[in-house]
């Protein structure tokens, strides 16, 4: 079946350092790929999402590119800011009609 | 646009009690999906709805989950005799057509 890989965390950085994520998925087709933010108490928010192959999604200084061919959507940012501690899940689906299979999450917490 | 809305937002029970939770998605969102958040894991899927009918259920976790959204609009998960292991976050998320799924802040069950 579907699923979604993530490195584990937690991820510690300093305020401005540069971000990556990795997420790696298996999905027969061309699934829909999502990064989702979760901050502290409260649910899940769509941080960004690329639907095709090459497409590369962006937000709030945040970016992830499709790849086919490495089967990955790694998420980057260059420079983190402390209101970006979250957990941060990358997803996938392969339609309108299916639902998200997530990867288990990554904790980052940004200190000043 | 209000969002998607939960409710309760925690419940504490006594293993063995029934326990309903409420879910009030965007209006004019035809899809709605139930997922089940356990701490440091990705949201799980439960159940889907296309306006009123139950189109996947398979996933429910037992015969003692059951879900229902009787017009179409607002969902309801009911988890009958509870039991430790059902503590969790439950989320539910609301769509329109297409692939974007819109989360609720979540109801956080602990069954003791």
């Known amino acids: 079946g579907d699923s979604v890989t993530q490195m584990e965390g937690p991820v510690t950085l300093s305020e401005e350092a540069f971000l990556t994520i990795n997420c790696t998925y298996t999905?027969?087709?061309?699934?829909?790929l999502f990064w989702y933010v979760q901050y502290p108490g409260e649910g899940l928010q769509l941080l960004l999402k690329?639907?095709?192959?090459?497409d590369k999604g962006s937000n709030k200084g945040f970016e992830a590119t499709y790849r086919k061919e490495t089967t990955s959507f790694h998420l980057e940012k260059g420079s983190v800011q402390v209101s970006d501690s979250a957990v941060y899940f990358c997803?996938?689906?392969?339609?309108?009609?299916?639902?998200?299979?997530f990867g288990k999450g990554t904790r980052l917490s940004v200190i000043a | 646009d209000t969002g998607v809305s939960q409710n309760p937002r925690h419940k504490i029970t006594k293993r063995g009690q029934n326990v309903t939770f409420r879910c009030d998605p965007i209006?004019?969102?035809?899809?709605l999906y139930w997922y089940r958040q356990t701490l440091g894991q990705g949201p799980e899927f439960l159940t889907y709805?296309?306006?009123?009918?139950?189109?996947?259920k398979s996933r429910l976790l037992s015969d003692r989950f059951s879900a229902e959204r009787p017009k179409g609009s607002f969902s309801t998960l009911e988890i009958q005799r509870t039991e430790q292991g059902d503590s969790a976050m439950y989320l539910c998320?609301?769509?329109?057509?297409?692939?974007?799924?819109?989360f609720g802040p979540g109801t956080r069950l602990t069954v003791l």
């Open positions: 999905a027969t087709g061309y699934p829909s």
């Open positions: 209006s004019e969102h035809n899809r």
């Open positions: 709805f296309q306006n009123e009918a139950q189109l996947e």
């Open positions: 997803a996938l689906t392969r339609s309108g009609n299916t639902p998200l299979v």
């Open positions: 998320a609301s769509s329109p057509e297409g692939i974007e799924q819109f």
């Open positions: 690329a639907t095709k192959a090459d």
